[in-house]
C-alpha cells in the first residue's frame, strides 16, 4: 500500500493504479483489498499539517453560532455569539443575554 501511496504523491499513475491493483489480487478478499487501501496515511496528513498556512475564515459578523448545552435544557443548541455575553465565565461557561448561563 505504502508504495501505491508514494507513486500517487509522485504522480505515477500508471504505478499507482498497478499497486492498488496487487492489494486487491493479493488480499483474501475484495473486502480485504478495499481495507488494505483504506488504511490512513499519515505522511499525506503531516505533510499537509507542516505545509498549509494559517487559514482566515470570514465569518459576517451575528452569524456566528456557538454549540451552547444550557443549564436545565435536554439537549444543548446552537446560539448566536451576539446573544452571549462577552466574558466567559472561570468554569467555561457563557452567560446567554436574557436565557441565563449555558
Not at 491493483?21 to 475484495?30: G, L, Y
Not at 496528513?45 to 456566528?64: C, H, K, Q, S, Y
Not at 465565565?89 to 436565557?99: C, M
Amino acid at each position: 500500500v505504502r508504495g501505491a501511496l508514494e507513486a500517487a504523491r509522485d504522480g505515477d499513475w500508471a504505478l499507482c493504479t498497478y499497486l492498488a491493483a496487487r492489494c486487491f489480487k493479493d488480499a483474501e478478499s475484495p473486502e480485504a483489498g478495499a481495507s488494505a487501501l483504506s488504511i490512513p496515511d499519515d505522511w499525506a496528513r503531516d505533510f499537509i499539517w507542516r505545509n498549509t498556512g494559517p487559514i482566515v475564515v470570514e465569518v459576517p459578523l451575528g452569524a456566528e453560532r456557538l454549540w451552547v448545552q444550557q443549564e436545565g435544557a435536554e439537549a444543548p443548541e446552537w446560539i448566536s455569539t451576539s446573544k452571549l455575553d462577552e466574558r466567559l465565565l472561570l468554569d467555561g461557561r457563557v452567560l446567554i443575554h436574557g436565557r441565563g448561563v449555558g
